[in-house]
């Protein structure tokens, strides 16, 4: 369900790393994606996360407002919401905060799971300074269709990466987060390695509130096996991550991608 929201004000300051405001043109997700943490992040209270969402119909607005008094920064486009689930089919607003971001020359980041990113290509190839990144947690699209059910296919987001590199717009993997003994690295850093990206940011699961056990759910029906692996992981604090970054730079090293870790801290 989508539900009309207005709002007072558009950017707020980012603590995020390399990012200086954070706009969201949306509050709730309908990528529901069972590992999201972005409930405690803004403090959701209304329902199961997926099922309800907020377009902020004013947001265009109040941000052309803004960009005429605020300083010049980076400016995070779906800190904490995909700005192009399918309520930007309808509503446009992601695509009306660009035109404007435009006019000011404002740099953007973008981050998203949706090659409906690719609708606003006239516009993301006219800005000086602006990046796309495309989060993959797997190269199995059945893994993809119960971890991120709303977002666009694996196929359709690499496939979105290629055409925005082939445009010439900078383009960067989030490859996050990485499911222990779900998420097949080698094979994922091989696929991207083939749309070009300017690096790969690898990143954990983070159990914020709430994520556990929406994740235990998901093993229990998806690889009720791997649950004591989760276990250890998770609750008793096993390091499962250090080989597994190392196996990802390891590769990345091998087909030439540049490679990062997400430096955000729980
Ligand atoms: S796309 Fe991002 S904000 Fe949306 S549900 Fe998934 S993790 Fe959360």
Redesign the pocket.
Known sequence: MIKEKIIKSALSTSKLPGLDYALNPYRG?E???V??Y?PSVIHWDKGK??ELVEAKVNLPRILSKELRAKKKGVVGLGT???PY?RAEKKYKITRQCLELLLMHDFPVCIQT?SSLVLRDMDLLKRFSNIEVGVTLTALDENVREKL?PG?SSVEERLMALSELSKNGIDTWVFLGPVMPYITDVEALVDAIAIVNPKYVLMDRLRLRWGVWERVREFIEGFKPELLADYERIFLKGEDYYSAVFERVRRRCDEKGVMCKMNRLVD
């Open positions: 997700c990528h529901a994606c590992y999201c972005a996360w997926g904490v919401t995909d689930q799971k991120e977002a």
